[in-house]
């Protein structure tokens, strides 16, 4: 597998709970909060997985609103890139997982590679940034209202990246 990094943003813990099902499945990533990472340390990853939760208005997590500004100066065109978003439908439908369409806007300018796209069935929002062309950018996962199925679509994720990290 390629080298791989876990990165993930979490104040309240859901995300980080999150990070660390995935890191489970893929025991050979890295896992690295983004409260302590640094760009630097990371330029030699081929594969970045990045989770943040949504807060606010549709706003990234707060140790992401900082450390993307570093991860931004890394030559990203080489590296694949999969995002994993943490929100709520039924209290902010009409930002559901926004926190990872801000994070996908800010990084695609940069040229990465996007794996791990997912269907919105199942998902009841009215809007997302994290919603383009029919699909996600990446994984949506709702820790209020549908904890029982983050470990099935984990693991069918982590599958599908898998086989999209070999095409």
């Known amino acids: ?71 931004l100066t890394l030559d990203l065109a080489p590296k694949t890139i999969a995002l994993f ?24 300018p940069k040229g990465p590679r996007f794996i791990g796209q997912w269907p919105d069935d199942d998902y009841d929002f009215s809007e997302s940034r994290a919603f383009k062309d029919g699909m996600f950018v990446g994984l949506p996962l709702d820790e209020d209202n549908e904890p029982d199925l983050t470990d099935g679509r984990i693991a069918e994720w982590s599958h599908q990246l898998m086989k999209e990290l070999q095409a």
Not at 86 to 101: A, E, I, N, S, V
Request: aromatic share 12%; proline share 2%; glycine share 10%.
């Open 85 to 108: 978003g943490l929100g709520d439908q039924q209290t902010y439908p009409d930002t559901f997982c926004d926190g990872m369409g801000k994070l996908y806007e800010l990084l695609a």
């Open 1 to 71: 597998m390629l080298k791989t990094a876990i990165l993930f943003g979490s104040s309240v813990g859901n995300t980080r709970f999150v990070a660390e099902k995935l890191h489970a499945i893929l025991p050979e990533a890295d896992l690295i909060s983004a409260e302590s990472a640094k760009a630097k340390d990371l330029k030699d990853y081929d594969f970045y997985i990045l989770g943040t939760s949504t807060w606010g208005v549709g706003q990234l997590q707060d140790d992401f609103e900082t450390f993307v500004e570093d991860f």
